[in-house]
């Protein structure tokens, strides 16, 4: 069974910088596809990035060029590196596998999320 | 980038009854399309995939169909563990979601 732990979420001052930890049991990290999805306070969901078996990284037009993420396969986690944080970054991360076939994807499973609230 | 509408967004309906949720897509989507489960204070659940696939795990009442740009999820007997928030989720991009509470 695959499980998914994320970590690193709190209170950041906007243009502050955070890492997100998205820790992966019941597979290898680097044979499947990882996303961060996140959630703000009563919205709906929004995709934000992933990371490819292969190496290969997307990034939502939201967070293009702030947010980075990487994986460590000795210890099995993804990481979201988040920077020049904005109020409107302020939402419930999530990381969840992304399951790929040519005609789309879908997410399964998903971690709990690590809130994540901008302000000053 | 395709747009997924959901409607209604508030769906009102007695334990027992049938629950009809629907999803638009701004252009034909082909079998890509995945509904997803949302309780208060919990992640989503992966309920659907390629249109009509049940999940592991999923019950039986939970049935999607659809083509093209006009996608549904149907509960046949709602019980009172559904009382979510649903999503509809084509490639990177989830509709608004359709609310089902208690009638």
């Known amino acids: 069974e695959v499980q998914l732990v994320e970590s690193g979420g709190g209170l950041i001052q906007p243009g502050g910088s955070l890492r997100l930890s998205c820790e992966v049991s019941?597979?290898?990290?680097?044979?499947?596809?990882m996303s961060w999805l996140r959630q703000a306070p009563g919205k709906g969901l929004e995709w934000v990035s992933v990371i490819y078996s292969g190496g290969k990284t997307y990034y939502g037009d939201s967070v293009k060029g702030r947010f980075t993420i990487s994986r460590d396969n000795s210890k099995n986690t993804v990481y979201l590196q988040m920077n020049s944080l904005r109020a409107e970054d302020t939402a419930v991360y999530y990381c969840?596998?992304?399951?790929?076939?040519?005609?789309?994807?879908?997410?399964?499973?998903w971690g709990q999320g690590t809130l994540v609230i901008v302000s000053s | 980038e395709t747009v997924l509408t959901q409607s209604p967004a508030t769906l009102s309906v007695s334990p027992g009854e049938r629950a009809t949720l629907s999803c638009r897509a701004s252009?034909?989507?082909?079998?890509?399309l995945a509904w997803y489960q949302q309780k208060p204070g919990q992640a989503p659940r992966l309920l659907i995939y390629d249109v009509s696939t049940r999940a592991t795990g999923i019950p039986a009442r939970f049935s999607g169909s659809g083509s093209g740009t006009d996608f549904t999820l149907t509960i046949s007997s709602l019980q009172s563990e559904d009382f979510a928030v649903y999503y509809c989720?084509?490639?990177?991009?989830f509709g608004g979601g359709t609310k089902v509470e208690i009638k």
């Open positions: 252009q034909t989507v082909g079998s890509g």
């Open positions: 969840a596998r992304d399951l790929a076939e040519a005609s789309g994807n879908w997410f399964d499973p």
């Open positions: 989720q084509q490639w990177r991009t």
């Open positions: 019941g597979l290898a990290v680097n044979s499947i596809y």
